[in-house]
């Protein structure tokens, strides 16, 4: 089955500790973005990749580090500098600009957790 | 003025009501449209894509009105099922990131 994996499901973090969280696609995807989502708040975009090995910084991109060196995947770096990681991180993907009915599909999202 | 505008409720309504919302998008060279649905704690899923001349999906319609900017859903005979945040997707030109209004909280009760 086609889709969008995200890992881990739930995340424990000390403070001053940097996390890598994963982001694997088989929809021969394009893009690639990482939202953060806060309690009753909408989606925040961090980073956002077009094309491999290409990222761009997104609205609240401090704190935070990507890479994109295969087209499958997109990981997220939560490091100490982000203040306040504590938040539901939700990765997407779509096809390229251009194409109709550009639809986002997302994985099933990380939960990070400061201990 | 933020880019994409949602009430954020809760629409608190009886099964069997029909309900409406509305998603103002700031930007004018917007192109692609979508509502989206999240359940508590899970991921946000695609409910509909909205088209220019209007469309339906069984219970749903939705409506893009591009001269005042918004973009709307209507739900008709609401399901307990239906109780759920509505998120207004709006994708503009050029980067086609996908912007998220904060979304509408939708409550139906027995």
């Known amino acids: 089955d086609g889709g969008i994996t995200q890992s881990p499901k739930y995340l424990f973090r000390k403070e001053g500790q940097n996390v890598t969280l994963s982001c694997e696609q088989n929809?021969?995807?394009?893009?690639m973005y990482w939202y953060r989502q806060d309690p009753g708040q909408g989606l925040r975009l961090i980073y956002y990749?077009?094309?491999?090995?290409?990222?761009q910084k997104g609205d609240i991109a401090e704190g935070y580090s990507v890479s994109r060196e295969k087209k499958e995947s997109f990981p997220l770096t939560v490091t100490s500098a982000q203040k306040n990681p504590t938040a539901f991180y939700l990765c997407?993907?779509?096809?390229?600009?251009?194409?109709?009915?550009?639809?986002?599909?997302f994985g099933q999202g990380t939960r990070l957790t400061v201990v | 003025r933020k880019e994409v505008e949602q009430d954020p409720g809760p629409f608190n309504v009886p099964e069997g009501a029909t309900v409406a919302f509305n998603c103002t998008y700031s930007?004018?060279?917007?192109?692609?449209f979508f509502w989206y649905r999240q359940d508590c704690r899970k991921e946000p899923k695609l409910l509909m894509s909205?088209?220019?001349s209007g469309n339906e999906d069984g219970r749903f319609t939705a409506q893009l009105n591009r001269a005042s900017q918004y973009i709307s859903l209507l739900i008709r005979d609401s399901k307990l099922s239906d109780s759920a945040t509505y998120l207004c997707?709006?994708?503009?030109?050029?980067?086609?990131?996908?912007?998220f209004g904060r979304g509408t909280s939708l409550i139906v009760h027995p």
């Open positions: 997407a993907s779509s096809m390229p600009s251009g194409t109709r009915d550009t639809e986002a599909f």
């Open positions: 929809l021969n995807h394009d893009a």
């Open positions: 990749s077009q094309i491999v090995n290409d990222f």
């Open positions: 930007n004018s060279a917007s192109q692609s």
């Open positions: 909205v088209y220019s």
């Open positions: 997707v709006v994708r503009t030109g050029g980067s086609y990131i996908p912007t």
